[in-house]
């Protein structure tokens, strides 16, 4: 079985994140986050990753998720910013790699 892991970097803000900024990340491993390695987790953001981070995590690729090609992939957070929130909305680029031993 081949295991990776998914580093989910923001992408793009469309108006205002109080938590990110673009290039901040979040990295996945297995089926765990890597606190060492990753900014802090906003719980808006993790919702709209969820459903998908296991099936990419576990072998099926961005493209068969519908959500980008093989091995990238983008979602967004579900804030939808102003006029309706005070914030904005964070696109996040799913990026997959395979783990090596060291990494595990």
Do not use: W
């Not at 994140?17 to 089926?31: E, N, R, T």
């Not at 990753?49 to 093989?70: C, E, R, V, W, Y």
């Not at 967004?76 to 309706?84: K, M, N, R, T, W």
């Not at 909305?89 to 031993?101: D, N, P, S, W, Y």
Request: with cysteine; glycine share 10%.
């Amino acid at each position: 079985m081949v295991n990776y892991l998914v580093e989910a970097k923001v992408h793009l803000i469309k108006g205002f994140c109080p938590l990110y900024s673009v290039g901040d990340k979040v990295v996945f491993k297995q089926f765990y986050i890597d606190t060492a390695e990753s900014s802090n987790v906003c719980i808006h953001a993790l919702s709209a990753m969820l459903t998908l981070l296991s099936p990419f995590l576990h072998g099926l690729n961005a493209k068969d998720l519908g959500i980008g090609n093989q091995d990238i992939g983008f979602v967004q957070c579900p804030d939808p910013g102003e006029p309706y929130t005070c914030g904005g909305t964070v696109i996040f680029e799913l990026r997959r790699k395979q783990l090596g031993a060291k990494d595990k």
